[in-house]
C-alpha cells in the first residue's frame, strides 16, 4: 500500500541520548516535513525538505537534525540540545504544491 | 507571519445536533486552506482543501466553506463517529509548501 511509515510508534530517550525517528514514503512525493504536536498546541514544523540533498529549518528547529540522502526517506534527530523532547511527532510529504499528507506518528518520551 | 485561530477549543454536540467549527486566519498570499480529522494518537487525515473565497466542498456530513478571512466546517447531523479533533492549516505565499497549523477545535459527539 501506499503511504508514509514512521518507527518506531513509541520510543523511550534518556538524558543525553541522541534519538532517530524514521520516516519513509512510497508515494514518489519531492517534499518531506516533520512536525511536533503537543497538548493544546498546534502541530509545529521542525524541518523540511523540498528535494534531495537539501532541507531548511521550520520554525523549531533547534535541537533536531535531519538528512534526505534518498527522496523516500527523511530520518529525524532529536539530539541531547532539546531540552523538552517529550511529544508526539509527525512526518509528513506531498508533491509540490498539492496536499499534505501525513504518517502515523512517533511518540517519543524522555525517562 | 501567518496565524490560525480555531473555535471553539471543544465541543460537545448530540446525535443529529448541526453545528459549525471556525477557522479564523492571516496569511500573505492564501495558497490553500486545508481541513484535517485527527484522531487520538494518529496522524492527521485529509479531508478538504480550499483555495479562494466563496469555495465550498462537501463530503458525507462535512461542509467547509471559505471567505477572505475565514473558514467553516459544517457539521451536519452529526454521529459519534465523527467524534475527533479537527485541524485547519493555511499555506500562504512565503516560499515552500509548508503549513500553518491551529490548535484544533476538539469534537465529541453524544448518543
Known amino acids: 500500500d501506499g503511504g508514509i511509515t514512521q518507527s518506531p510508534k513509541y520510543l523511550f530517550r534518556k538524558e543525553g541520548q541522541n534519538v532517530t525517528l524514521s520516516c519513509e514514503q512510497n508515494?514518489?512525493?519531492?517534499?518531506m516535513y516533520w512536525y511536533r504536536q503537543d497538548p493544546g498546541q498546534g502541530l509545529r514544523l521542525i524541518y523540511y525538505?523540498?528535494?534531495?540533498?537539501?532541507?531548511q529549518k521550520g520554525d523549531i528547529a533547534e535541537g533536531y537534525s535531519v538528512s534526505r540522502e534518498k527522496k523516500e526517506s527523511f530520518p529525524l534527530t532529536v539530539t541531547s540540545a532539546q531540552k523538552n523532547p517529550t511529544a508526539f511527532y509527525l512526518c509528513?510529504?506531498?508533491?509540490?504544491?498539492?496536499?499534505?499528507?501525513f504518517g502515523e506518528g512517533s511518540w517519543l518520551t524522555v525517562v | 507571519e501567518d496565524q490560525v485561530t480555531q473555535s471553539p477549543e471543544a465541543l460537545r454536540l448530540q446525535e443529529g445536533e448541526s453545528s459549525s467549527l471556525n477557522c479564523s486566519y492571516t496569511?500573505?498570499?492564501?495558497?490553500?486552506l486545508f481541513w484535517y480529522r485527527q484522531d487520538p494518537g494518529k496522524g492527521p487525515e485529509f479531508l478538504f482543501t480550499?483555495?479562494?473565497a466563496g469555495e465550498e466542498k462537501e463530503k458525507e456530513r462535512l461542509k467547509a466553506t471559505l471567505t477572505k478571512k475565514e473558514s467553516f466546517l459544517h457539521i451536519t447531523a452529526p454521529k459519534p463517529e465523527d467524534s475527533a479533533t479537527y485541524l485547519c492549516?493555511?499555506?500562504?505565499?512565503?516560499?515552500?509548501?509548508?503549513?500553518?497549523f491551529g490548535t484544533g477545535t476538539q469534537l465529541k459527539v453524544e448518543l
Open positions: 509528513a510529504s506531498n508533491q509540490a504544491g498539492n496536499t499534505i499528507y
Open positions: 508515494l514518489n512525493h519531492d517534499a
Open positions: 525538505s523540498q528535494i534531495v540533498n537539501d532541507f
Open positions: 496569511v500573505s498570499g492564501l495558497r490553500g
Open positions: 480550499l483555495y479562494s
Open positions: 492549516a493555511v499555506q500562504g505565499g512565503g516560499g515552500g509548501n509548508k503549513l500553518t
